[in-house]
Structure formats: C-alpha cells, structure tokens
C-alpha cells in the first residue's frame, strides 16, 4: 500500500504537468515551431541553484550549423520552487509561462540582457 504522501506528491505533480502541457499548446504557433527537437520536461527541485525556476540545456539556433547533429534540447520546469513561490494557481500558471518564455528565449539565443529587455528577465 502507498503512503498517502507520496500519492499526494503524485497528484501534485500529474497536475502541474496538465497545467505545463496546457501552457505549451496556448503558445503562439510560430513559438510552438521554435520547440522542434526540444523536450519540455518536469523535475522536482534543481540540483544546483535553489530556488532556481527552470532551465535551458542545449545549443541555442543561434550558434548551430547545419552540419550539427545534437540530441534534443532540454528545457526543464522545477515544480518545487514554481508551486511554493506561486500557492495560487492563476499566478503559478501565469509563472509556469513566463518560465516557458524566458527558456524558450534561450533556445533562440536570447541572454539575459535580451531577455530583461523584452520582459522575460
């Protein structure tokens, strides 16, 4: 028999999922086209930085070639920080999108200044 934290955790995250997955179709359709060969993925806490709320791992489009050949891009969602900085579920989905936008910012080959500068730092 499962504790009954863990199927608490369980749901918790199953429902944050639904609201990345919905986020990501709400995307403008040129953005959604940005995110060929990227995986948009959930983890419970980063590693590093604390309180971190997502992170891009890859080649931004900028730098690539054609001649390169890389495994999927990464950009990750820490539902621990995003669910306790954001108890609300208007303000943790509007922060689940601006989290998807500054990440997707990355992909492109936006750096913090470009970012800040659009909105999205």
Sequence with gaps: MRS?????????????????EQEVRGLPPAVQR????????????????PGLLGLYEGIPQVERSSADIT????????RGPIERSF??????REQIRIT???????????????LDRIGLG
Aim: hydrophobic share 40%.
């Design 4 to 20: 009954p934290d863990l199927l608490i955790l369980k749901a918790r995250r199953k429902r944050f999922e639904g609201m990345v």
């Design 34 to 49: 940005a995110l060929q060969n990227v995986a948009i993925v959930v983890e419970e806490e980063p590693e590093s930085e």
């Design 71 to 78: 495994i999927p891009d990464r950009i990750v969602l820490y």
């Design 87 to 92: 108890p609300d579920d208007a303000e943790r």
């Design 100 to 114: 998807l936008l500054h990440e997707i910012g990355h992909h492109i080959g936006l750096d913090e200044d470009g």
